[in-house]
């Protein structure tokens, strides 16, 4: 009898010793969640700084270059002296970021607005009963916004399929039911660990995250990387406008046309 004993007892222990991975996943999670949060914000704060010193000084180089190219090679074949090759160079490592005509990010493709929408509508956090499941909703909302931005469909659906296979779902108390519902409840937080991984490896790697990245090293240095840029754009504009003032009166006398520079 006694030899059966550890048998008997065995599907408790390992209740216990699921509920303990539990808790050291979702420790783990709630730190990277944490990390997640706090990286987007920065970059957001900063993406906004970097198209207002930016942004204008990027599109006003880019139509005195385009201009002074026209000049210099009407047949259209492309060029690349002077400014221009400025220009690339510093646009090499820290390209604008990408927007559209309105200065906005362009729009997530329809399949990503559709799941974004049955997200919310599942997982709404003032859906929630408890202050714990509220917390819950909220962070995986957090991982649902920054999918949509990217018009990550993908991300979304692997979402929604994680929520609509909820651990709570499985009925019954005993211990096979409890070990059912941990078990789910491990693979589920194991998927949104990655998930949040993958997200934070993606902001990092972003040329978002390594302009911010750079900017923090210059900090440290006691240099405003974004000030330096805006110094060098207007170092190039300052020299493109030069050149094109040039290039205009080698043309001539020529029909009227209204003024390029403003």
Do not use: C
């Not at 970059?43 to 930016?54: D, M, P």
């Not at 390594?210 to 805006?230: I, K």
């Amino acid at each position: 009898m006694a030899a059966l004993e550890p048998i008997r007892h065995q599907p408790h222990q390992q209740i216990e010793h699921h509920r303990s991975v539990l808790r050291a996943l979702r420790q783990r999670l709630a730190r990277r969640e944490l990390e997640l949060v706090s990286l987007s914000d920065q970059l957001a704060v900063f993406e906004r700084r970097y198209h207002h010193l930016l942004g204008f000084r990027y599109r006003r180089l880019a139509e005195r270059a385009e201009r002074l190219s026209e000049l210099r090679h009407p047949s259209g074949r492309p060029g690349g002296s002077g400014p221009e090759l400025g220009a690339a160079a510093l646009g090499a490592a820290y390209a604008p970021l990408q927007q559209d005509a309105a200065g906005r990010r362009p729009r997530p493709p329809e399949p990503a607005r559709r799941l974004f929408r049955k997200l919310v509508r599942r997982v709404h956090p003032d859906l929630a009963g408890s202050a714990e499941e509220r917390a819950r909703r909220n962070r995986v909302m957090v991982l649902a916004n920054l999918a949509y931005e990217r018009g990550d469909v993908q991300a979304l659906r692997e979402l929604l399929e994680e929520w609509e296979l909820d651990p709570d779902q499985v009925r019954g108390e005993d211990a096979d039911a409890e070990l059912t519902r941990l078990l789910r409840r491990i693979s589920l937080t194991y998927r949104r660990l990655q998930a949040v991984e993958a997200e934070l490896g993606h902001l990092g790697g972003s040329h978002l995250g390594t302009l911010f990245r750079d900017a923090q090293t210059s900090r440290g240095r006691g240099v405003d990387l974004l000030v330096e840029m805006s110094a060098e754009l207007d170092r190039l504009i300052e020299r493109t406008e030069a050149e094109l003032r040039e290039a205009e009166r080698g043309r001539g006398p020529g029909p009227a046309r209204e003024p390029v520079l403003r």
